[in-house]
DNA sequence: TGGGTAAATATGTCCGGACAAATTTTCAGT
DNA sequence: ACTGAAAATTTGTCCGGACATATTTACCCA
């Protein structure tokens, strides 16, 4: 029952469901960490239906209260909504400090679309086709393969795409040349990911394996994406290196 | 029918819709001000219950692009995905920027073996014994696990091991204080592996879990390793992204 | 024409069921 | 502790139906 409880006067009973629970979040009776009961067992607490259920923990992960996984279940990450819904993104490590550092070698490339085609970006929300290359990149014997590359590039530079020698390389260079277009900003993400079997297959793998997986946006003046690229390094091979000079004592010991 | 658009290719087919009518909307065919067809229409003409219809226009909603009302209907209120996005994006960046200032100061580590075994390093050739040390990284509430580290020291710091008062934090103020040495170099590897189960239980799951694997090399005046640390930050909760300004031509276009 | 009311329309809430997909658990073996 | 495979669990997707509620439209009347 519940009473002296949220604000529920003629609330739709999801919404009434939703408060109680962020309430029981708040005051810790759910703590973070802890998976809240599953659909069914809210669903016989309240003796609704598993719609209404859903329908209220859609409502907490929306605060970001609640991160929700098939198989596993609602895992409290808040026990406040959070100003901003990002902060549900569970993340981080110290990587920040320096990764801007990071240089990733470049080597040879084997480009598997010489005539690039037009495609859309999965990960984009617009459908809109983007120039599309892929290629492997090899070690400088120029037969090991040691990554998996795609690069979308923004199908305004169209022409340039037939001279694209490298992924990672000079494909900028070329871009800024022809259209005096600058890169104003950058945008990088690293994952651990499964490999599609398509890539993995060319990586010398005959199923599915995992991945880091580096994606980096890069944008022009007005915030345009000019292009994007996303590199798969298996697991068993990826294994990139840098090094770190210690000027100023960043705080990374 | 409409083909050639959008990418769903296994998306669900609610995912799928949204997909077409975003394109729909960014490319006029249903302009801002304009009402969408009903709930009742598109679930004809896509032939799918009114569930799912309701998922697609949901995503529109809360991509921005529409705005929906009991009795009156769906409305376009925009035709692509407002500046809101990139809005986010950036204040994203800006909050692991933020981050990476705090985590120092808010991550706890609990030590699991405070007094420090010798052990070898498995990653290394040489199976000199290393001092060795592991902990759990906690998030700031002191009881949510982010990553599981492994701190392996050189010997000859033999000393101090038992001071280590967190991972990544001051063991090397501690080696240059008592032994006045100073790293010269840091070395670092990433790698996406498959974590050990006592590792993954202590991050909160039951079984194997994959990971991002961090490795760091700290080596001294003379070439020699100081310590060696080792941070695994399972998959699903590791994942960060950041901005790069372009100044001097660091070399990653 | 203006105003009020009823009917039609469109989205909101809710149910019960079914199967798919992802994850965790269990268990046996090394 | 690690590996591998099967079983159990949990959320995701999707259906068809029902009624509630807000809005618009149609219509009648002064």
Redesign the pocket.
């Known amino acids: 029952m519940s009473k002296l409880v949220a604000p529920h006067g003629d609330l ?4 009434q469901i939703s408060n109680i629970l962020t309430e029981r979040i708040e005051l810790g009776r759910y703590a973070i960490g802890d ?2 009961p ?3 067992d809210l669903c016989a607490e309240f ?6 259920i ?2 209220a ?1 859609r409502r907490l992960t929306e605060a970001g209260l609640v991160r ?7 895992q409290v990450v808040a026990n406040k909504a959070p100003a901003n819904f990002v902060h549900s993104m569970r993340s981080l490590s110290e990587l920040f400090q320096y990764a801007s550092d990071t240089v990733f070698k470049t080597t040879a490339i084997e480009l598997l679309v010489p005539e690039p085609e037009v495609r859309p970006y999965l990960g984009e929300t617009a459908d809109e086709p983007w120039l599309y290359v892929e290629g492997v990149r090899l070690e400088a014997d120029g037969r090991t393969p040691i990554a998996f590359s795609r690069v979308f590039i923004n199908r305004e530079f169209e022409g340039i795409a037939p001279d694209i020698p490298g992924v990672g390389g000079t494909i900028f260079r070329l871009i800024e040349q022809r259209y005096g277009v600058t890169v104003e900003d950058v945008e990088q993400e690293i994952r651990a990911e499964p490999m599609g079997k398509y890539a993995a297959k060319l990586l010398g793998s005959s199923t599915r394996i995992w991945a880091v997986r580096v994606i980096r946006r890069y944008f022009g003046e007005d915030g345009k994406i000019l292009q994007i690229s996303v590199n798969y390094h298996p697991a068993d091979r990826f294994s990139y290196s840098m090094h770190l000079r210690r000027e100023g004592a960043k705080g990374w010991v």
């Open positions: 739709p009973r999801y919404h998976l809240l599953t659909e069914q003796d609704v239906s598993r719609y209404t859903r329908e923990l929700r996984r098939q198989g596993s279940g609602s």
